[in-house]
């Protein structure tokens, strides 16, 4: 159960793109489309941005966006906007009712 | 509207042992598997446990099994952590979530606001 794999930190300026990683194994991010990322201001608690590897629930923007290759995933977030800087978690199903989360990217809006 | 409420936190002395509690409103919660989720104080998320929507499945992290307890009571909508052999590694916010399917995928759609669990000696 290692943890999956993410930047610590990644920055742009306002309505730049940026693109956060994660990358886990043949086991979890690699073996199932059951990829999700989480976005956490400082004392909130996480919110569900995407799932299902690619797809938005209600009320997040479509400025929001994933991906996924082999064992690697990607949350890639465009127009950046303030209201933006964040934690950003990713989280793999790994089978057998285990999860997986990243270690977390620091997103600071410049 | 839909939420999660937890409850239950405090200062425990190593050794010890707490009870969470997570109480859910707004959805039919027994429809649902829901996870704990615990975040240590400046770090990241880890993933506690899980129990299926009819408390027929269990499942634990390396890092809780043996030591922590999930349960469910359908019948008041209440989610439970039983926490013994306590340690200062397991000082952290926890959070319960609820799977956005009715089977165990690990896509948690809506959050607690957490409790804090502090221990101490």
């Known amino acids: 159960q290692s943890a999956l794999t993410q930047p610590a930190s990644v920055s742009g300026s306002p309505g730049q793109s940026i693109t956060i990683s994660c990358t886990g194994t043949s086991s979890d991010v690699g073996s199932y489309n059951l990829v999700s990322w989480y976005q956490q201001h400082p004392g909130k608690a996480p919110k569900l941005m995407i799932y299902?590897?690619?797809k938005r629930p209600s009320g997040v923007s479509n400025r929001f966006s994933g991906s996924k290759s082999g064992n690697t995933a990607s949350l890639t977030i465009s127009g950046l906007q303030a209201e933006d800087e964040a934690d950003y978690y990713c989280?793999?199903?790994?089978?057998?009712?285990?999860?997986?989360f990243g270690g977390g990217a620091k997103l600071t809006v410049l | 509207q839909v939420q999660l409420v937890e409850s239950g936190g405090g200062v425990v002395q190593p050794g010890g042992s707490l009870r969470l509690s997570c109480a859910a409103s707004?959805?039919?919660?027994?429809?649902?598997?829901i996870h704990w989720v615990r975040q240590a104080p400046g770090k990241g998320l880890e993933w506690v446990a899980v129990i299926s929507y009819d408390g027929s499945d269990k499942d634990y992290a390396d890092s809780v099994k043996g030591r922590f307890t999930i349960s469910r009571d359908n019948s008041k909508n209440t989610l439970y952590l039983q926490m013994n052999s306590l340690r200062a590694e397991d000082t952290a916010v926890y959070y319960c979530?609820?799977?956005?399917?009715?089977?165990?995928?690990?896509?948690?759609?809506?959050w607690g606001r957490g409790t804090m669990v502090t221990i101490s000696s």
């Open positions: 707004g959805f039919t919660f027994r429809n649902y598997a």
């Open positions: 989280c793999s199903y790994a089978g057998s009712s285990i999860v997986i």
């Open positions: 979530a609820r799977d956005y399917y009715r089977v165990v995928r690990g896509t948690f759609d809506i």
């Open positions: 299902e590897v690619n």
